[in-house]
């Protein structure tokens, strides 16, 4: 069975200090694809960054970067420079390739100290 | 389109009612996807549509829960005689099924809540 797991309920960052969620996921297929989903309280989920299970380099987009250890399953978020706005929901999920099913995990709430 | 819409942002129906839930996905996006998320809950997969293949619904909770999609776009999810732990928001997602990334792009939800 295909599983993700959030443990931090909750954490707190200092305005412009980086911050790390993390992810472990468990399948038995070789090939899958990661992702990560900020929730604000609007309550839109917004697409944040994708590592794919075969990509060799981490992913990067603009202050979101995913530290993925394929050994480990863990495919940990890291925003740098923390900003007021990331206060927010954030999920993390996983697709394998040939299934149809996305699996979310329980989320963890971010907020941002000024 | 510019984005994933879904409409009524918000509904208030009585217990036994049934609700009709609509979704517009983006334009040219082949897959779509309901999801349900109960408060403090990350999100519980209902239904799968792609292209013209038959939908997955192995995530649907009951035979209550319906979904179809027409023409390869919009979307409806019907709930029949609803119940109050029906009362979550549903959202809606779609992608442009490409091999490996399928990012999903959603919608704003619509707020169920049953009295």
């Known amino acids: 069975a295909q599983k993700i797991t959030q443990t931090?309920?909750?954490?707190?960052?200092q305005e412009k200090e980086a911050v790390t969620l993390d992810c472990t996921y468990d399948t038995s297929d070789p090939s899958y694809g990661l992702f990560w989903y900020k929730q604000p309280s609007s309550g839109e989920m917004i697409f944040l960054i994708y590592q794919g299970s075969y990509d060799q380099q981490n992913a990067t987009e603009g202050r979101y970067s995913l530290n993925f250890q394929k050994a480990r399953k863990s495919a940990n978020l890291v925003i740098s420079a923390s900003q007021l706005g990331d206060s927010a929901m954030?999920?993390?999920?996983m697709r394998r390739h040939t299934g149809n099913q996305f699996y979310f995990g329980t989320g963890t709430s971010l907020t941002v100290i000024p | 389109g510019a984005g994933v819409?879904?409409?009524?942002?918000?509904?208030?129906?009585?217990?036994?009612?049934?609700?009709e839930l609509r979704c517009d996905p983006i334009s040219g996006h082949t897959a779509l996807y309901w999801y349900r998320?109960?408060?403090?809950?990350?999100?519980?997969?209902?239904?799968?549509?792609?292209?013209?293949?038959?939908?997955?619904?192995?995530?649907?909770?009951?035979?209550?829960?319906?979904?179809?999609?027409?023409?390869?776009?919009?979307?409806?999810?019907?709930?029949?005689?609803?119940?109050?732990?029906?009362?979550a928001v549903y959202?809606?997602?779609?992608?442009?099924?490409?091999?490996?990334?399928?990012?999903?792009?959603?919608?704003?939800?619509t707020r169920l809540t049953v009295l």
């Open chain 1, 8 to 13: 931090q309920p909750g954490m707190f960052v």
């Open chain 2, 91 to 109: 959202l809606c997602a779609s992608s442009f099924r490409l091999a490996g990334t399928d990012t999903q792009y959603f919608g704003p939800g």
């Open chain 2, 5 to 19: 819409s879904q409409s009524p942002s918000n509904k208030v129906t009585e217990k036994g009612k049934d609700v």
């Open chain 2, 37 to 87: 998320q109960s408060l403090g809950q990350g999100l519980e997969f209902l239904i799968y549509f792609q292209g013209n293949s038959a939908p997955d619904k192995s995530g649907l909770p009951s035979d209550r829960f319906s979904a179809e999609r027409t023409g390869g776009s919009v979307s409806t999810l019907t709930i029949q005689r609803t119940q109050q732990e029906d009362s």
């Open chain 1, 90 to 93: 954030y999920f993390c999920a």
